[in-house]
């Protein structure tokens, strides 16, 4: 089964960002998915995007969460995320 892609847009020291982290992490969801960080602060472009804005959650490239992030959501969210790419991939093929 693929995993699932996280990512999360942060910058070192946002508190609301370690916590979202720890949520998403301790969400009973091992091994559903891969998170990946991107520290906004290394892309000018990122930086002038989300600003304070952070963090903002993207599951498989769709925008799920801003801010905060709840564990019940987020499991609920991955796992329909990541059923939704595996029925695209199994009728279309891996592209």
């Known amino acids: 089964m693929k995993q699932a892609t996280v990512t ?11 916590l979202a982290k720890e949520v998403m992490l301790n969400a009973g969801c091992e091994g559903e998915f891969v ?44 796992r329909r995320l990541a059923e939704m790419s595996r029925c695209c991939t199994d009728r279309c093929g891996d592209v």
């Not at 999360?8 to 508190?15: L, N, T, Y």
Request: proline content about 5%.
């Open 8 to 18: 999360i847009f942060s910058r070192p020291g946002c508190h609301l960002c370690e």
């Open 35 to 78: 998170l990946e960080e991107v520290n906004i602060d290394d892309d000018p472009a990122l930086r002038d995007r989300y600003g304070n804005d952070i963090p903002v959650i993207f599951i498989n490239g769709v925008k799920v969460f801003k801010h905060r992030v709840d564990s019940r959501e987020f499991r609920r969210r991955l």
